[in-house]
């Protein structure tokens, strides 16, 4: 599953829904693990045992003024593991404030991270979230945060066997590095 993602951006009331509050919770009010039911999404993609809802900025889940695209990965058995957050384009002090209040709020659910897989990104503790940024052709730069649900490394290891990689290598496209 290639993921054709659409411009990114973080304002900070925009960005909060997309950190989950707990373990149990993940963004936008859904819950890990099996759905019984989902917003319809604008586009559905499907590889191995993984299926990415798209929804466009407007759509449900993806509401948030500052929100361009919202992606939902769900895995066969283990249900919602993955939600990408997907934004605008910025640059100078938006982008700084916009990437501040994502860090700021991720270090309050989750504490300090550690450098994730790319020179700009950031991993929080136990791969919970992944906060991180890409060069678009203006030179501006899209902000990308993604979190994990529970069953996300079980559901990872089930794609590798299936599909010859595991689940992060579709971030680590979005991102321009390697599989968080």
Not at 14 to 20: D, F, G, Q, T
Not at 80 to 93: A, F, I, R
Not at 145 to 164: I, K, L, N, R
Request: with cysteine; net charge negative.
């Amino acid at each position: 599953m290639r993921w054709h993602l659409r411009v990114l951006h973080a304002a900070a009331f925009a960005v909060v829904p997309a950190l989950a509050a707990d373990a149990g919770e993940a963004p936008f009010g859904l819950a890990w693990g099996p759905l019984s039911e989902v917003p319809r999404p604008l586009k559905v993609d499907r590889e191995a045992n993984l299926t990415a809802l798209y929804y466009p900025q407007g759509w449900r889940p993806a509401t948030g003024p500052g929100t361009a695209e919202v992606i939902l990965v769900i895995c066969r058995t283990e249900g919602l593991q993955q939600v990408v957050w997907v934004g605008v384009p910025l640059s100078g002090d938006d982008l700084a404030k916009a990437r501040r209040a994502i860090h700021d709020e991720g270090v309050r659910r989750y504490g300090e991270p550690e450098p994730g897989p790319t020179a700009d990104a950031e991993l929080w503790p136990g791969g919970q979230a992944l906060l991180a940024s890409r060069e678009t052709a203006d030179g501006r730069r899209e902000l990308v945060m993604t979190t994990f649900g529970p069953g996300y490394q079980a559901c990872s290891g089930t794609h590798h066997v299936e599909a010859g990689h595991p689940a992060g290598a579709h971030v680590a496209d979005l991102i321009g590095g390697i599989a968080p």
